[in-house]
């Protein structure tokens, strides 16, 4: 009879955490573009039908509005990439590291030392910087690599987003590893404004990212980093100690990332940039077709 009421106990005791745990309102943040609000929506779904409860905080604003809303406990977790980590976030100058595990081990560390906060598995998308160009620009100045263009740069205007002026990996970069140095820097807080200057021929030059649906659909040409300028950008969530230390939140947030890779990310993408369909519309059919939620 003693021995009954322990197993009872125990099991009230495994009962009551899993309740509590399953009871913990999980606060997602995003960044401010397509594909941020889409990786948000599914974890939050994920999570939601895993029994946890979600507060989305979508659209919070650039690389540096979320980290400091993670930091503050603002949010809990939100999707980021390796890259931006070790560029924007450790601001690591002259890293040349091209090692996916290398730079997300360097990033990790860094992240649980400064800010008590880590980096879960990475998904399968590598959403680096593409450098792109119209069909047309790249037979005219024969480009196929950064090095081609930065022969001729100075003919040539660069259109790019706000974080693009600062960070190492970008015109700074790109004129230190390339001698790059354009005719004019024209600024774009908006991604789809970029694409939409390049056709309209405002622009020669666009930075955009590997998972861009335009960059097919377009035909443009996406220059080769051919001295490895870039570091690799894998997303991942980067998340705060209480949601790394539970077991079953990391569980279901890898089981999407495994289910992530750039063609995927780039049609689910286009689903909210051409169909118009709302991110978390694209998120829960995406989910449902691969058996992540019922």
Known sequence: MRLLKTVIAAAAVLATGLSAASAQTIKIGSKNFTEQFVVAELYGAALEAAGFKVERKINLGGTLVAHEALKSGAIDLYPEYTGTGLNAVMKAQGVT???????RGMVKAFYEKEFNLTWLKPSGINNGYAIVVRPETAKEF????LSDLGKVSSKLRLGAGTEFVDR???????KEVYGAQFAEFKQFAALRLRY???????????NGFSTDWQIAAEKFVALDDDKSLFPPYFLAPVVRPEIAANEKIVAVLEKVGAALDNP?????????EVDKKEPRTVAAAFLKAKGLVN
Do not use: Y
Not at 97 to 103: C, F, G, L, R, S
Not at 142 to 145: S, W
Not at 196 to 206: D, P, R, S
């Open 97 to 103: 590291e091209t090692d996916p595990e290398k730079v």
């Open 142 to 145: 024969n480009l196929k690599t």
């Open 264 to 272: 995927t990310m780039q049609e689910l993408n286009r689903q909210v």
């Open 196 to 206: 939409e200057a390049l056709n309209q021929k405002q622009i020669e030059v666009a």
């Open 168 to 174: 190492r990996d970008g015109i700074a970069g790109l």
